[in-house]
């Protein structure tokens, strides 16, 4: 099973509203990333975990909030979003964080926030 | 700073070859990625360079001068389904990946 899966594909929701980003994969690999990417850009790091633990925080706001519950799961929870925050966010996971191992990716979410 | 530069748009025409350019600037420089990303969808991973010269898979190739800072995608006998982004990631001395803005392909028929 070389997948990761992201639920859901879709998601709209107001700036007020809570909301979770789920990422799962089930390869055995210790890292796992939250990527933001908007139209025609590459993908932005957010997070990366690294055995559970949270390994890098790029600076993002407070109102994403990110959490490992095991080595096969990812969460992206959502509060009080802007309209700028609208994207498609990517999870991926890697074997570990060594240079040599490539990234897998899920489908995304395509987030809209109104 | 980092920089990694490739070229916005390339076009081709199917069934020929070619070839997309990526030039890196960066902090230490720990290995060079090149994915493929079809319009809406996640990026796929395509090759990974760390030493100097050519990997071939198959239909695509790619090259990597360290003293250059230079690498090349070769993609060979074009298909109608290569039109895509490719994107150039290098992992930087933090071992963090560092992206390109990525080359948009069309390919003509």
């Known amino acids: 099973d070389t997948e990761v899966t992201q639920t859901p594909k879709h998601l709209v929701m107001g700036m007020t509203n809570k909301k979770s980003l789920k990422c799962e994969q089930h390869?055995?690999?210790?890292?796992m990333y939250w990527y933001k990417q908007k139209a025609k850009k590459p993908p932005e790091l957010m997070f990366v975990?690294?055995?559970?633990?949270?390994?890098i925080n790029e600076s993002v706001p407070s109102r994403f909030s990110p959490e490992c519950p095991n080595s096969s799961l990812l969460n992206l929870h959502l509060h009080a979003l802007q309209p700028e925050d609208s994207a498609l966010y990517l999870c991926?996971?890697?074997?570990?964080?060594?240079?040599?191992?490539?990234?897998?990716f899920g489908p995304g979410t395509r987030l809209t926030v109104t | 700073g980092q920089n990694i530069d490739q070229p916005t748009e390339m076009t081709a025409t199917e069934g020929a070859i070619v070839q997309i350019n990526c030039t890196y600037q960066?902090?230490?420089?720990?290995?060079l990625f090149w994915y493929q990303q079809h319009a809406g969808e996640a990026p796929t991973f395509l090759s990974y360079?760390?030493l100097d010269g050519l990997e071939e898979k198959g239909r695509f190739s790619s090259f990597l001068s360290r003293s250059k800072g230079y690498s090349y995608l070769l993609l060979k006998e074009l298909q109608m389904k290569d039109s895509a982004s490719y994107l150039c990631?290098?992992?930087?001395?933090?071992?963090?990946?560092?992206w390109g803005a990525g080359t948009k392909l069309i390919i003509k028929p």
């Open positions: 360079n760390v």
């Open positions: 991926a996971s890697s074997q570990g964080l060594a240079e040599s191992y490539e990234q897998y």
């Open positions: 960066t902090s230490g420089f720990n290995g």
């Open positions: 390869m055995g690999h210790r890292a």
């Open positions: 990631a290098v992992t930087d001395s933090n071992y963090q990946l560092i």
């Open positions: 975990y690294s055995y559970e633990k949270l390994s």
